[in-house]
Nanobody
Framework: QLQLVESGGGLVQPGGSLRLSCVGS????????IAWFRQAPGKEREGVSC????????NYIDSVKGRFTVSKDNAKNTAHLQMNSLKPEDTAVYYC???????????????????WGQGTQVTVSA
């Protein structure tokens, strides 16, 4: 059974950090791009970051550039999203997704990713 399982969410104060993890099972992430999406209450899900299968290209939406870093540890079949300098507007359910390299990694589209995790809640609040 192919699965992605996220962890690492929680409650953090503004300016704090969290590291999300996404573990793959049933398939190897070596050959897959990883993307992170988020959905805030009352809003549509948006693509946050994408890392190509080779790890050579990473992309971010403007609102998280310089604060978030996506990475992949193939030996552990795990991807991470390091989130620093968190803001209240980062509050959302975060999802990891995987698939073969999308045609345009700079455009982080849900339709390009077929494997999804269940999501993990991130709340940034004082």
């Amino acid at each position: 059974q192919l699965q992605l399982v996220e962890s690492g969410g929680g409650l953090v104060q503004p300016g704090g950090s969290l590291r999300l993890s996404c573990v793959g099972s049933g398939f190897s992430l070596v050959h897959y791009s990883i993307a992170w999406f988020r959905q805030a209450p009352g809003k549509e899900r948006e693509g946050v970051s994408c890392l190509t299968a080779s790890g050579r290209e990473s992309n971010y939406i403007d609102s998280v550039k310089g604060r978030f870093t996506v990475s992949k540890d193939n030996a552990k079949n795990t991807a991470h999203l390091q989130m620093n300098s968190l803001k209240p507007e980062d509050t959302a359910v975060y999802y990891c997704a995987a698939d073969l390299d999308p045609p345009d990694p700079a455009t982080i589209r849900e339709a390009d990713f077929g494997f999804w995790g269940q999501g993990t809640q991130v709340t940034v609040s004082a």
